[in-house]
């Protein structure tokens, strides 16, 4: 079924809710396909998709190829009508050390400018599903943004957030000045951005960077179990609910306001809508069925 949606940049984007999910599967075996990523399908129903960055001998330090492979995961998840939501992890060491700086130091301005350098980093924040973070050990400058492009940052209690690209004379490029100053305000954005600075996870937790914090073991299953929670909602409703939240980065009240009420008005013209208040007045548990 495709269904067009307006998204907050006014583009009219297909979403297409797949029900077999069998040629999905075939691609989630990591032998293969993926060099630098883990993939699978988590919960008990199978429907949370899993990406885990696995580069452990460079703390998942963000190669091109690493970025690659994440977007081809992220599409198949977008293509797969049983995935509700996608976890996104990395090691306990590490989440991710930052955009891979031996792969950039001696890239040139006009490489950088004329390829458009780090275009395709966006598609995590692009997709229509939730996408939830999973944050152990070091996120870092990339990582940090990466973190960030996510929808929900769950963190274990020995994360560390920073911002350290000014210690090598650059400044973040994948959104880090932008999200980290909405999510924590300007005064520490900008002394984790001019300093270099980490903060811990207790401090993201605090600066409202990061929803929960939990023990270092716990983290990914806390993030596949509100993946599944997400994902036994309607999907379609849920990319409603989401691109409605993300419009508060982009709009006006006024406009974020309208979208809002559009999008609600667009609920009714959805099965799941009038299945979910049926559900509620016959006293029981919806079954939603993702149109
Ligand atoms: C490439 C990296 C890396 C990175 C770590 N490594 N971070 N390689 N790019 N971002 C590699 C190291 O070179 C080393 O490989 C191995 O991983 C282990 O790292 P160590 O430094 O030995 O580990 P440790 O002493 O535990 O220190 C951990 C660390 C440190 C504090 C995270 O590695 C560090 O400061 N990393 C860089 C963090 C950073 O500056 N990130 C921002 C990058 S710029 P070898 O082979 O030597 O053993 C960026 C720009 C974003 O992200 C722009 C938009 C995307």
Redesign the pocket.
């Known amino acids: 079924m495709a269904v067009f949606c307006r998204s907050a940049v006014s583009v009219l984007k297909p979403i297409t809710f797949i029900p077999s999910a069998s040629a999905a599967l075939r691609q989630y075996s990591s032998g293969g396909q993926y060099q630098y990523i883990l993939v699978d399908k988590k919960g008990e129903r199978k429907n949370v998709g899993f990406i885990q960055l696995n580069r452990p001998?460079?703390?998942n330090?963000?190669c091109d190829d690493l970025i690659l492979e994440v977007n081809k995961a992220l599409d198949s998840f977008e293509q797969d009508g049983e995935v509700g939501a996608v976890v996104i992890t990395g090691s306990e060491k590490?989440f991710a050390?930052?955009?891979?700086?031996?792969e950039m130091q001696n890239r040139t301005f006009h490489e950088c400018y004329g390829g458009n350098f780090?275009a395709h980093?966006n598609k995590v924040s692009a997709v229509k599903k939730p996408v939830i973070a999973a944050v152990n050990g070091?996120a870092?400058?990339?990582?940090c943004?990466l973190a960030m492009m996510c929808d929900i940052i769950y963190a274990g209690e020995k994360a560390q957030f920073g911002q350290?690209?000014i210690?090598?004379g650059?400044i973040?490029?994948?959104g880090g000045t932008q999200r980290l100053t909405r999510a924590v305000g300007k005064s520490l954005a900008m002394e984790m951005v001019l300093t270099g600075d980490r903060i811990s996870a207790q401090e993201a937790k605090q600066s409202g960077l990061v929803s929960k914090v939990f023990p270092v073991d716990q983290v990914v299953s806390e993030a596949i179990k509100c993946g599944e929670k997400i994902a036994s909602n309607s999907k379609l409703v849920s990319s409603m609910a989401k691109e409605a939240v993300n419009g508060a980065f982009e709009l006006s009240l006024t406009e974020g306001n309208r979208l809002e009420k559009r999008l609600f008005h667009s609920t009714f013209a959805t099965e799941d809508r009038k299945e979910g208040m049926t559900a509620f007045v016959e006293k029981r548990k919806a079954a939603f069925q993702d149109k």
């Open positions: 001998k460079a703390l330090a963000l590490a050390a930052g955009a891979d700086i031996k780090l980093w070091f870092l400058g990339g990582g943004e350290p690209e210690l090598l650059t973040p490029g994948a």
